[in-house]
């Protein structure tokens, strides 16, 4: 392979058919090309968003904020309240932090807008 060269380097690079007598294995041409090890993606930790009991907000307000935040059926957004009502707290949903943090903060703001005291956490799981 002779002749000119534009870039810097190619000179050293065996293209496809230049081999004519078939020793391209011994020719070691060099590359600037950098391997980064594969990096194993973890799964994002999980948080559980609780209802916290209160003797003041009304069942009904705990029953449609389930509904309207968690996307619970009737049926089981009475369930978690009445567990929440026996119990002292009670499991909404587990989300990604970021998620759990908005769904927190929506309940709060829903309570806070109605005059309830109603609370909303999250716990890492």
Not at 19 to 44: F, L, Y
Not at 75 to 100: D, Q
């Given at each position: 392979?002779?002749?000119?060269?534009?870039?810097?380097?190619?000179?050293?690079?065996?293209?496809?058919?230049?081999?004519?007598?078939?020793?391209?294995?011994?020719?070691?041409?060099?590359?600037?090309?950098?391997?980064?090890?594969?990096?194993?993606?973890?799964?994002?930790?999980?948080?559980?968003?609780?209802?916290?009991?209160?003797?003041?907000?009304?069942?009904?307000?705990?029953?449609?904020?389930?509904e309207t935040f968690?996307?619970?059926?009737?049926?089981?957004?009475?369930?978690?309240?009445?567990?929440?009502?026996?119990?002292?707290?009670?499991?909404?949903?587990?989300?990604?932090?970021?998620?759990?943090?908005?769904?927190?903060?929506?309940?709060?703001?829903?309570?806070?807008?109605?005059?309830?005291?109603?609370?909303?956490?999250?716990?890492?799981?």
């Open positions: 392979m002779s002749g000119f060269y534009p870039y810097p380097g190619l000179h050293n690079i065996i293209r496809a058919g230049d081999d004519k007598d078939g020793d391209a294995g011994s020719v070691t041409p060099h590359t600037n090309i950098a391997v980064k090890p594969k990096r194993e993606t973890k799964k994002p930790s999980m948080y559980k968003v609780l209802l916290l009991n209160d003797d003041y907000t009304p069942m009904e307000f705990v029953v449609q904020v389930l968690f996307n619970k059926s009737r049926e089981e957004a009475t369930r978690i309240m009445l567990h929440v009502h026996r119990k002292g707290v009670g499991l909404c949903g587990v989300y990604t932090y970021e998620v759990a943090e908005t769904k927190v903060t929506q309940v709060m703001d829903a309570a806070r807008q109605s005059q309830h005291p109603l609370q909303c956490t999250m716990e890492k799981e």
